[in-house]
Structures are given as structure tokens and as C-alpha cells.
């Protein structure tokens, strides 16, 4: 059983920064991609950044140059530094994981976290 726990979010005055962290537990191996994702009230969640096995991250246009994803794959454990936050980063940020191949027949395809608010305030 995987499970996706996340930590960091919170409050934060807009230029400032917050880290985020996300730790993937149990009997894991082979995860391909780990990753960020967010959601703001009315709106759809979207991708923030991701890194994949062998891979150079991925980031949304609104966060390249601010945000920066990192991964540890011997801990299973990815992390987001948010930096010169806005306002409109005010979201819940969920953490994401992915399988493929035989890892996805073991522990399924695609898992999240309950996610962790950040709220930046103008």
C-alpha cells in the first residue's frame, strides 16, 4: 500500500518562501515519477512540477525561476522549495506519484496525498 504524507504548507506573506516535503511509505520500489501538483479554490488542479527517473524536472511556466522540485529516490521522498511566493500560489499542494511497468501491477499507477494548504497573503 503506498501513502503519499505531505508537510510544510502554512502561511506565508507574499515574497516570501515555504518548503514543501512529501514522503512515500511502505514497501516501495520503482517509483517513476514523483511530483507537485496544486489546486486553488474554483479552479482545476494543475501540475506545479515533477521529476522523473533519468529525467530533468518539469515546472508550470507561473513557477520556473521561483519554485525548485527535489527528489531522493533512496528515501522515496520528494520536496518542493517555494520561493518569492504570489498570492495566486495560494493553493492545497498535493503530492503525486507514479508507477509504471511492473511496479504499476504492484502498487498501481498514479497515488496522491491529501495535500497541505499554502496560503500566501498580499
Known amino acids: 500500500q503506498v501513502q503519499l504524507v505531505e508537510s510544510g504548507g502554512g502561511l506565508v506573506q507574499a515574497g516570501g518562501s515555504l518548503r514543501l516535503s512529501c514522503a512515500a511509505s511502505?514497501?516501495?520500489?520503482?517509483?517513476?515519477?514523483m511530483g507537485w501538483y496544486r489546486q486553488a479554490p474554483g479552479k482545476q488542479r494543475e501540475l506545479v512540477a515533477q521529476?522523473?527517473?533519468?529525467?530533468?524536472?518539469d515546472y508550470a511556466d507561473s513557477v520556473k525561476g521561483r519554485f525548485t522540485i527535489y527528489r531522493d529516490n533512496a528515501k522515496n521522498t520528494v520536496s518542493l522549495q517555494m520561493s518569492s511566493l504570489k498570492p495566486e500560489d495560494t493553493a492545497v499542494y498535493y503530492c503525486?506519484?507514479?508507477?509504471?511497468?511492473?511496479?504499476?501491477?504492484?502498487?498501481?499507477?498514479?497515488?496522491w496525498g491529501k495535500g497541505t494548504l499554502v496560503t500566501v497573503s498580499s
Open positions: 503525486n506519484a507514479q508507477f509504471t511497468g511492473y511496479a504499476s501491477k504492484v502498487y498501481g499507477i498514479n497515488h
Open positions: 511502505g514497501n516501495i520500489f520503482n517509483i517513476n515519477t
Open positions: 521529476i522523473a527517473n533519468g529525467n530533468s524536472p
